[in-house]
């Protein structure tokens, strides 16, 4: 009879919740919407993990779930791919949807390959081989694909923050917070994989076994952090995806010359001094673009080359003068300056500290008490 524990109970929770949370980000409309696709589908294979740790780690003889247990090692070659393109669908807007290429998913197929091996040999003679130590190298051969592989896709998803930050000021004039997030993941995520190699090590090299830091630990951990993910995802807002830049395009960019740059110039500067477009919370460099019957890359490079500023400072220098006209006007004595931040276009206090400080060279508050002083 199969030998039930507290952990097996909160495994079962885990992967009852793996499934609630995988059809309840689906029913979200419009919120991240291909993001989403790909988070419902780590949430499952995150649930048929911990069913194999489930079944793996009660005390019974059933093959099927012994070999059910098994299979699921194949999915920790899914991992990392399927989380690589969840970022990439997150915060970044292509004209076709992405998808991996097969070949990221060789590592999977080869486990697979694997996996149907195993199933020439019985039960018994497959715990016989276990315990003579002849499975130890295919084990050992299994882990280390696995710890580069995750490894591997960690540095991808790291590679894309990177771009995005780069990319982030020159579409968009706001914060979404979104950096953090997807920072918070990776740390955790290589924390998880650092563990694994510590396992790793003192298991095949060490002759030291730790049932708190193992294979199996370790991976239960990492699907209760994917579901943390899932909840978040439930009220997370609706990102606004910057397009992905492509290198190939980047000498083909307009250059604006003449008649163009000057009614362009114009355009821009009554769209910013007589219709404060800048009051628009949420607005992006395609938005501007849009409104001044151009294009992105016009509009673009007019900021870089004639501004010499990126999108995100521009706008926000022009908030930043709107507050303080705001506090030369004494609104400040009847109104919070989060509030006149807000009146002004800024959609947090992070964005509003960090732009007054980069114009000004001071806080808000010092700056106030100067202006009070006068």
């Known amino acids: 009879m199969p030998s039930f524990k507290l952990i097996h109970f909160i495994i079962f929770l885990g992967i009852s919740q793996g499934v609630f949370l995988s059809l309840g980000i689906q029913v979200i409309q419009n919120k991240n919407k291909l993001a989403n696709r790909m988070l419902s589908l780590i949430l499952l294979i995150a649930s048929i993990m911990l069913t194999g740790r489930f079944f793996f780690t009660i005390e019974t003889d059933n093959i099927i779930f012994f070999r059910l247990a098994l299979f699921v090692d194949i999915l920790v070659f899914l991992f990392g791919p399927l989380l690589y393109v969840y970022y990439r669908r997150l915060i970044f807007n292509e004209e076709v949807k992405y998808r991996l290429h097969y070949s990221n998913f060789i590592p999977a197929f080869g486990m697979l390959l694997y996996h149907l091996w195993t199933y020439k040999y019985s039960y018994e003679e497959f715990i016989l081989m276990v315990g003579q130590g002849k499975l130890t190298l295919p084990f050992l051969i299994v882990e280390t694909a696995g710890i580069l592989f995750n490894f591997y896709f960690f540095y991808r998803c790291l590679k894309l923050i990177r771009i995005y930050k780069r990319e982030e000021k020159k579409n968009i004039s706001y914060s979404q917070h979104l950096i953090t997030f997807l920072i918070i993941i990776l740390i955790i995520v290589v924390l ?156 947090s206090k992070s964005t509003f500290n960090k732009s007054f400080k980069i114009v000004t060279n001071d806080t808000p508050s010092n700056y106030i008490k100067k202006i009070d002083t006068i």
């Open 192 to 347: 998880f994989l650092i563990l694994w190699v510590v396992s790793y090590v003192s298991y095949y090299f060490l002759g030291i076994y730790s049932p708190f830091v193992s294979y199996n630990a370790i991976w239960i951990a990492i699907c209760s952090f994917i579901y943390v993910i899932g909840f978040y995802s439930l009220w997370q807002p609706n990102i606004f995806r910057i397009p992905l830049p492509n290198n190939s395009n980047t000498k083909n960019k307009e250059r604006l010359e003449g008649k163009a740059l000057q009614d362009l110039t114009e355009s821009l500067e009554y769209a910013m001094i007589t219709e404060k477009i800048y009051l628009n919370h949420k607005l992006t460099l395609s938005d501007l673009a849009k409104h001044l019957n151009t294009s992105v890359n016009n509009l673009s490079w007019l900021l870089n080359n004639i501004h010499k500023s990126n999108f995100y400072d521009y706008i926000n220098k022009y908030r930043v003068h709107a507050f303080i006209e705001k506090i030369q006007n004494g609104e400040h004595h009847n109104q919070t300056l989060l509030a006149l931040s807000l009146d002004a276009g800024f959609n």
